[in-house]
């Protein structure tokens, strides 16, 4: 599974406003040109002035030293939680373990306690041109990678640039506006771009990992070996045990350790993951004390799983902690390559199958609420009928995009609760009768004799018993469905090259989402790219044309307004059918932390912002 606009009136805009050019640097017209800044934001907002001295959500007495061993609950790129066979996660290829990242640093680094500002980290300022088409950055002549050498401008220019051409889907899209990355000095690169980049591309692209030149040059960018690409982060990649587990030590003379956007993080002295291929075996190694840290996904163990000794001996902690403030996504994608889920009628009969209301309460212990939209726990959420100013990007596609967009924001029906609602299912039935598929021998077929067949690709046990009922609604109406589980090596190739009918995914989205992180799930652009996050394959004008509204937008407001259009049209194509959501994290932890409250509003890695309690792992024996 993996890992993004404010708020002004788009009527002045009108039509035109959706498929104009966008101008590059609007969001940044906050930001002087011509002099080094040390940060940046999508709209001009900047909590922390050029003199401060740490982030205000950290505990600058922390103290260094313990080991984090945990279950990562996300990942990015091409990372697996179940397994890895690879070290270079900047590929589309493979499986590479949770939190490589952490082994590399970036020119600059996000704020968690601000919706989109970024600091100078490797870079110590970025300077903007007067056409707002190009960056300065100049780096800090300190920065070191892990061998002692210096980070250049043409290590950041040569990373970029194969990205740009080999890169996983995540980093590559970003930079197909980027026109080169060019070494001034060596010290000083410049990234110059076309003028039809989104003003908020920079954002994503300054965090981008910068690994070492001199590495790549050596060795192929590709996924065919277990051998640590050189970065120059706060770790390194210490221990590995192919398939089971990887280590990452803490590096004691990190160059930029007093650095104001690294003091009081990264306390650990040594971080572990373990790889195991069911849920349940992962809980069993918490239980023993293996695992130190866990976010629970399972709602039946959450619920009735914390009776063991360790926890009724007030060992373990188990308590939710605030959800970030970001929009999420989970769904169920519908493989449009595949030409029976073309059509609406036939995704939302699939939808109406989906019980959430049994689900909820038999299940998930009525721990969830059901998604609804593409952008939940946001103020994205389309509801109701269209703003004018929503309406006012929607007209120039009436009869392009299906009209639902144009009325109340589409929702999923709630069932009777029954497992089995007659009356959706027969209106599931009738929307299949209308798109030409008649029950033969009780399997609908089309006027081919073709199956209407859909099969659920799933990794873990857990899900198979999630969709089983959804399965068996499916079926009593005559679509052939199955559930198949898979492990995770074949699981992540099928979804790599969109080898399935159906897969679901759970998505975050930055605070101030850009177009570039929409691009990746949306635009028909990232439709046949293998690795990419759009799994439905949607390819569709109007969507394109709202992201780049998305990406033109000058203002919160004007983000809002566009973000809730795409929102409602998603929506009514139904090429992801919403799942379910939930407001908190769900974590249990031995009792050996220490944590500062409250937590930051747009993020949560425990490994970076936690640390190692001698005290109280003394008194629970855990030293």
């Known amino acids: 599974m993996s890992t993004r606009l404010a708020r002004r009136d788009f009527l002045a805009l009108g039509a035109a406003a959706v498929v104009a050019p966008l101008i590059p640097g609007r969001a940044f017209a906050a930001s002087p040109t011509g002099t080094g800044l040390h940060g940046l934001s999508a709209f001009g907002d900047l909590r922390y002035g050029p ?5 205000d ?95 250049t401008a043409e290590d950041v220019a040569f990373a970029l640039e194969l990205f740009k051409k080999d ?39 300054a965090t981008y990992p910068i690994p070492a030149k001199a590495f790549f040059e050596a060795n192929p960018f590709d996924a065919s070996q277990l051998k640590a690409p050189l970065g120059s982060g706060p770790y390194k990649v210490g221990r590995v045990f192919p398939g089971q587990a990887i280590e990452y030590e803490r590096v004691v003379d990190y160059w930029g350790r007093d650095l104001p956007v690294n003091r009081g993080l990264y306390n650990f002295d040594r971080i572990r993951i373990e790889f195991y291929q069911d849920r349940q075996a992962g809980f069993e190694a918490f239980k023993k004390g293996e695992i130190l840290f866990r976010q629970e996904f399972t709602s039946r163990i959450w619920a009735n799983g914390y009776d063991f000794p360790a926890f009724t001996a007030g060992k373990v902690v188990k308590r939710e902690f605030p959800g970030e403030k970001r929009p999420t996504m989970q769904a169920t994608a519908l493989n449009q390559r595949r030409e029976r889920f073309r059509d609406p009628r036939v995704r939302r009969a699939i939808a109406l199958c989906f019980d959430f209301e049994w689900t909820n309460r038999n299940l998930f212990y009525g721990a969830y609420e059901r998604s609804q939209s593409t952008f939940e726990k946001s103020d994205f959420r389309a509801e109701g009928l269209p703003s004018p100013a929503e309406l006012a990007l929607l007209e120039p596609f009436h009869g392009k995009i299906p009209d639902e967009a144009f009325g109340e924001a589409v929702l999923q029906p709630p069932s009777d609760g029954s497992g089995r609602d007659r009356k959706l299912l027969g209106q599931a039935s009738r929307l299949l009768t209308e798109a030409g598929w008649a029950r033969k021998d009780g399997v609908l077929r089309d006027a081919k004799g073709e199956a209407l067949a859909i099969e ?27 559930v198949r589980m898979v492990d995770s090596a074949q699981y992540q190739a099928r979804q790599t090259s969109f080898d399935f009918d159906a897969i679901s995914m759970a998505s975050s989205f930055s605070a101030t989402p850009t177009r570039d992180e ?8 990232s439709a046949a790219l293998p690795g990419s996050t759009n ?12 992201i780049d509204a998305v990406g033109a ?47 930051p509003d747009f993020g949560f890695p425990v490994e970076a912002l936690w640390w190692f309690d001698k005290d109280k792992a003394a008194r629970i024996g855990k030293t």
């Open 535 to 546: 799994l439905p394959g949607t390819a569709d004008p109007a969507v394109d044309a709202l």
């Open 167 to 205: 890169g996983h889907p995540s980093l590559l899209l970003p930079l197909s506006h980027l026109l080169d990355a060019k070494p001034l000095d060596a010290h000083t690169v410049r990234l110059s771009f076309d003028g039809k980049q989104s003003a908020r591309t920079i954002l994503d692209i």
């Open 518 to 525: 929409l691009d990746g799930l949306f635009h028909s652009r």
């Open 553 to 599: 937008a000058k203002d919160r407001e004007a983000l809002t307004v566009a973000m809730r259009a795409l929102d409602r049209v998603l929506r009514a194509r139904l090429d992801w059918i919403p799942n379910w959501f939930s407001a908190n994290h769900r974590a249990a932890f031995w009792d050996i932390f220490g944590y500062k409250e409250p937590k």
């Open 51 to 55: 003199g401060f001295t740490s982030f």
């Open 456 to 482: 659920v690709l799933v990794d873990d046990d857990s899900l198979v018993r999630v969709y089983s009922p959804w399965i068996e609604n499916m079926r009593a109406i005559g679509i052939d469905a199955t």
């Open 57 to 151: 959500y950290v505990n600058l007495d922390a103290p260094k030293g313990g080991t984090f061993n945990f279950s990562p609950p996300n990942w990015v790129f091409n990372q697996s939680p179940l397994t890895f066979n690879t070290l270079n996660s900047f590929v589309s290829r493979g499986d590479a373990p949770p939190r490589m990242e952490i082994c590399f640093d970036s020119l600059m680094v996000r704020a968690l306690d601000e919706p989109d500002a970024i600091y100078s980290l490797l870079a110590q300022s970025v300077t903007i041109s007067d056409d707002r088409n190009s960056f300065d950055f100049a780096l800090r002549p300190e920065a070191r990678f892990n061998d002692g050498t210096p980070v």
